[in-house]
């Protein structure tokens, strides 16, 4: 099992650009969730979704979008970046069952500038 | 608002040196409690959780955390810390009362000089 997978790893882009994260899991999970890390700020949540074709708002949803088209795959995209949006991007997935155990992603640095 | 504290942002400690973080939590009724942590440059790994039954919860890595509910805490303690604990660590809640989502304390960085 891969887990929970991220791409891309790193990305700079530029005011107003756009660009789409990918989180893919492969351990059937229903929940997936998008987060933010940045310092002295634990992680926030961005989106998250309970199950394929359906996503919610979290704590800080604005200036975000996201899909979830398949039970494995939740897109995370800035249609137009901003430099507070400048942070690190977790993703995290976990079963519909009673255990509440998130299993994370290994991040993606985005820097907009 | 109901939120996540954790009281120490930086925290440096010599080896063998004992550990202790706290958190606390503001909400009320059922809740589930997480200790993660991330070494440097990766991502977030579970250190252990605690869903009910005795409240001294042992983790990996000869952590272990104590929930008192009455103080509605969960504080981290490590006997005697080496180097490689030197990471950052993060309480997280999933509460019913905040629609089952984690919540995220702010995250203490610990250092450990060899």
């Known amino acids: 099992n891969a887990g929970v997978t991220q791409t891309p790893k790193f990305r700079v882009l530029k005011t107003g650009q756009s660009m789409t994260l990918l989180c893919a899991q492969d351990m059937n999970h229903e929940y997936m969730y998008w987060y933010r890390q940045d310092p002295g700020m634990g992680l926030r949540l961005i989106h998250y979704?309970?199950?394929?074709?359906?996503?919610a708002k979290g704590e800080v949803p604005d200036g975000y979008n996201v899909s979830r088209l398949k039970k494995q795959n939740f897109l995370l995209g800035l249609e137009s970046a901003a430099p507070s949006q400048t942070s690190v991007y977790f993703c995290?997935?976990?079963?519909?069952?009673?255990?509440?155990?998130?299993?994370f992603g290994p991040g993606t640095r985005l820097t907009v500038t | 608002a109901q939120s996540v504290s954790q009281h120490n942002h930086h925290v440096i400690l010599s080896e063998a040196a004992s550990l202790e973080l706290g958190c606390n939590y503001s909400?009320?009724?059922?809740?589930?409690l997480f200790w993660y942590v991330q070494y440097p440059g990766q991502h977030l790994q579970l250190l252990l959780k605690y869903f009910s039954g005795d409240p001294l919860v042992k983790g990996i890595k000869g952590f272990e955390a104590e929930f008192i509910k009455s103080k509605f805490s969960f504080n981290l303690r490590k006997p005697s810390v080496q180097w490689s604990d030197t990471a950052e660590y993060f309480c997280?809640?999933?509460?019913?009362?905040?629609?089952?989502?984690?919540?995220f304390g702010g995250g203490t960085r610990v250092l450990v000089k060899p």
């Open positions: 979704s309970v199950g394929e074709g359906t996503t």
């Open positions: 995290a997935s976990k079963d519909g069952g009673s255990s509440n155990e998130q299993y």
């Open positions: 997280a809640v999933n509460a019913k009362a905040a629609g089952n989502k984690l919540t």
């Open positions: 909400y009320g009724g059922t809740v589930n």
